[in-house]
């Protein structure tokens, strides 16, 4: 069995009176993807304070990489690269002046701002003041950030949120790359597609709870219906959606009532999206 | 605790700092500030009579009136300019002598003289000037003085001059403003963008980047005291105890700015508690320049202990013996601002 | 531009204002030391020398010319009790003479005076003191200078009823409370500009009309009130008061115009902070005229608070009325449209 990076056993955090995590337990394996998928709120931020050493649990227990988290936060801190959800980065510092400070910080060796930033398609901006730059710029150096002293385990919080589909697919490149190189990639977002294409195992997590954790393709054959969806016309000259549960006793039937009743102008199957089970599951979307 | 991790932050707060208003800021009003406190009150409040003179005959008059202590001159060239400033204020009494005023007073023939008189003026500005003038004007005819007069001092305390009284005021000025504001509003600014978030996960802890941040405001503060004291001429004494005071000020004044900075979320809040504390950092500068408020109360103030030494040393050549007591006070608040911060550093993982 | 609108901006404003409980408990905090500083400074000036007397009785009429001067002599019955009074501070300066003082004076014999001051007395004072006896003297001697005075008093004589330190410095304390509060608001604009707010109010109804007329109603509210209550606890409302009141407001208006101005060219709250202080070191220059009159030349009534600072001084000390203010008014009023109109500009250029 891999070792696993990350193992949490009723997390707890709570912001006053607001349950912000209710006793989150899940594990992580080594150089694993894990996705966190929910809605705003739910408390997926939250967890990767705890786990980043950001926040103390109020209870329960975490350990990253063999550390207990709440006790040695600057030991996982210092193996780790955070990419926060809030854009946080000195704005009236170059990229590279910012990337320095911070690699010095984490007493990286012979630490080559280019060669970064480069990697995250900042090259030939390295200089320029990051009042400057554009969200995605921004959002490209924040991940550069968190890379800058090949982390063991990546803490990616809401890492392409806001951005256009170019460099949300950068990011995710890198994502990708590292996971390659070894590193365990812990990563929230309520981007669904992403999660599935990205994560190894997803978890979702609704009101501080996690509803299901599980590999995208698990709870697609657990929890996903696949369905015919066709659109037919209407008797008032419009567009109506039809849609036919694939995997039921009735199936034939109800595809030959279709075509004998309607006018069927365009057919195709779907599987179950990862929105579609956790709207089943939790009762409530992604957004 | 990393010393190399605080000579980091330390680094990018010294290169990067200067780019933060606050930062020049607290360089520059202190050195502008005591520059206009002491022109404001040594002048208002002090006790001298002034006396504008248009001289047209160039008459011994001048020169026996400059010699007074209790009243100062401004020569002027021409008779409107004499009404100008008699009648902004500038001083209390104007005088023009006409040509041949000394051959006239020495022959004792009637001499005109024209006299303008400042409507706000003191009546004991009037009359002193009038006596320094009928003063010199006896010397002038060569009558000789009818009494002997001879002075007989009683004890008592060494009177204050303004100068000195302002003192307080001046070396409160750096500690404040580069010594709190800097570190503060730098920490608070940290929070307000969230890059203190990033510092704090990373290998830096909290402290170390308050240390960083409190090391800035020391060396900025303890600078610009030593300027300003020193552009004020009241850099001596024991040079080298003096300096020790002043960095333990420094000292105590950072610590204060990081414990602000610390508690306080934003700046709008920052500059509410700066304005309400400012009275209480500066009320025994404000208690010095008024003897007549009862002087124990400034004992009541943290600041004090730091502005009396300061005075003990620069003032009366005071040594270690005689501003002990204060500097062991001292020591024991910087002791416990420290600890407070400390304890906010191993509190604020939620900063 | 409906007045529901700009009603429902202002109060959103003033209570974000003072939604910081600390920070509304503080501005009551720093209103309650403006008030104990001008309670604490002197409330008189002494316009007189005092001294204390022990010897013959004097010349009636040379006294009472002496006294019109502003020179007080207290009689002492023992040179004993002469030195307990200057010891406590009754009287600043103790004259001692023997009783055949006026006789040794009349014969031209140099008869000695004994003057007893304690050590703290400031070298002024005791040359000020000095420079007095010496006329006295003179005038006790029978002797005369042939001089002719062709005196002429410049503005209103105030001798014997001067201006209080603390009346002078009431100008001053409303000018710097005016000044604070630009930068209050000023803060106000620049945090609405960085977070986007201001944005978000725009793309209602709202226009910008609207956004600059409600943010000009808050700023004078805040600074109006303020200022007016300092006058009116210190009395600054006992002359005059509907010209002071048109001069806080128009003051007011002033004020914040500058806030409008520097909220356009701040880019965040630290340099809200930066450039108004350069602002309130501007605008505070005037004040410091009251305080030393004749420190600045005509130099000085070019910056806006002059005609904020002067006329309030005139009319709360000096007894000056509309006729007398009245071009400074002018002078306000202009200054005040200039900057809330430059203020308008230059932020909405800005929120463009």
Known sequence: ?287 | ?351 | MSLAMINALVRKDITLYFKNRFFAFITVMGLVAYVVIYFLMPQAVDETLTMGWHGPELPAATIADFEEEGLVLRPYDSRAALQKAVQSGDVLVGVVVQQDFLQKLRLGQKPQVTVLSKSDLPDEYRSAFRLVLEELGHALAGRSLSLEVDETVLGPDMAGHNVAPRRRMLPVLAVILLITETLGLASLISSEVETGTVQALLATPLRVEGLFVSKGITGVILAFSQVLLIIAITGGLEREPLLVLTILLLSSVLMTGLSLLIASVARDMLSVIGWGTLVMVAMAIPSFNVLMPGLTSGWIKAIPSYYVVDPIYRVTNLGAGWSQVGTSLLALLGFSMLSFALGVATLGRRLQ
């Open chain 1, 1 to 287: 069995m891999a070792p696993e990076a990350i193992v949490a056993q009723d997390l707890t955090y709570n912001y006053g009176n607001l349950v912000a995590v209710d006793h989150v337990s899940f594990s992580v394996a080594d150089n694993q993807i894990i996705g966190f998928l929910g809605p705003n709120g739910a408390g997926k931020s939250t967890v990767v304070k705890m786990l980043s050493g950001q926040l103390r649990p109020k209870a329960g227990k975490a350990t990253v990489l063999g550390v207990d988290v709440a006790r040695w936060p600057k030991r996982v801190q210092a193996q780790a690269g955070i990419c926060f959800e809030i854009t946080n980065l000195y704005e009236e510092m170059t990229a590279v002046d910012n990337l320095n400070l911070f690699a010095r910080l984490f007493s990286v060796n012979g630490f080559d701002a280019e060669a970064l930033l480069n990697r995250v398609g900042l090259g030939g901006r390295g200089h320029d003041l990051v009042s400057r730059y554009s969200k995605g710029m921004k959002q490209r150096l924040m991940v550069a950030r968190a890379l800058l002293n090949r982390p063991k385990i990546l803490f990616l919080d809401e890492p392409t949120n806001g951005l256009d589909p170019v460099s949300a697919e950068a990011i995710r490149n890198i994502i990708l790359e590292e996971r390659e190189r070894g590193a365990t990639i812990f990563l929230t977002t309520h981007d669904m597609m992403e999660a599935d294409k990205l994560s190894d195992r997803v978890a979702f997590i609704n009101q501080g709870r996690i509803a299901a954790i599980d590999t995208p393709l698990a709870l697609k054959q657990k929890y996903g219906k696949r369905s015919l969806k066709a659109q037919v016309m209407g008797s008032d000259g419009r567009l109506k959606s039809r849609e036919v549960a694939l995997d039921e006793a009735s199936t034939p039937e109800a595809v030959s009532e279709l075509f004998s009743k309607e006018q069927v102008v365009t057919l195709h199957s779907e599987e179950a999206t990862l929105e579609d089970i956790f709207i089943r599951i939790t009762g409530r979307g992604l957004v």
């Open chain 2, 1 to 351: 605790m990393s010393l190399r991790r605080v000579g980091v932050l330390f680094g990018k707060e010294f290169i990067h700092g200067p780019k933060n208003y606050m930062f020049i800021l607290s360089l520059v009003a202190p050195l502008l500030l005591s520059l206009l406190l002491s022109l404001v009150f040594g002048t208002y409040f002090g006790g001298k009579s002034r006396l504008g003179l248009v001289d047209q005959g160039g008459s011994q008059l001048r020169g026996l009136v400059q010699k007074n202590e209790a009243v100062s001159v401004r020569i002027y060239g021409s008779l409107q300019e004499l009404r100008d400033a008699s009648a902004r204020g500038s001083v209390d009494v104007g005088l023009m002598l006409p040509p041949q005023f000394d051959q006239h007073i020495r022959s004792n023939d009637q001499t005109k003289m024209t006299v303008y008189v400042w409507g706000e003026s003191r009546l004991r500005d009037r009359l002193v000037v009038a006596s320094a003038i009928t003063h010199a004007v006896h010397q002038i005819a060569g009558h000789e003085l009818p009494v002997e007069i001879v002075q007989d001092v009683l004890g008592g305390e060494t009177s204050i001059p303004w100068e000195k009284r302002l003192l307080p005021m001046i070396v409160l000025m750096p500690l404040v403003f580069a010594g709190s504001l800097v570190p503060a509003t730098s920490l608070v600014t940290e929070k307000t963008k969230h890059t203190l978030t990033a510092l704090a996960a990373s290998p830096a802890t909290l402290g170390e980047v308050y240390m960083a941040k409190g090391l800035i405001g020391v060396l900025l503060s303890l600078v610009t005291s030593i300027m300003v004291l020193s552009l004020n001429r009241a850099f001596i004494g024991e040079s080298a105890l003096l300096l020790g005071v002043l960095l333990m000020g420094s000292v105590f004044g950072a610590s204060i700015g990081v414990l602000l900075g610390a508690a306080i979320k934003d700046i709008n809040t920052l500059f509410a508690v700066i304005k309400g504390m400012g009275l209480l950092l500066y009320a025994p500068a404000l208690i010095r320049m008024f003897p007549q408020v009862p002087q124990w109360i400034a004992r009541l103030f943290p600041t004090y202990y730091v502005i009396q030494p300061v005075l003990e040393i620069s003032q009366n050549n005071a040594g270690w013996s005689e501003i002990a007591p204060e500097m062991g006070v001292l020591v024991g608040l910087i002791a416990v601002s420290l600890l407070a911060a400390a304890r906010m550093a191993t509190r604020g993982g939620e900063a």
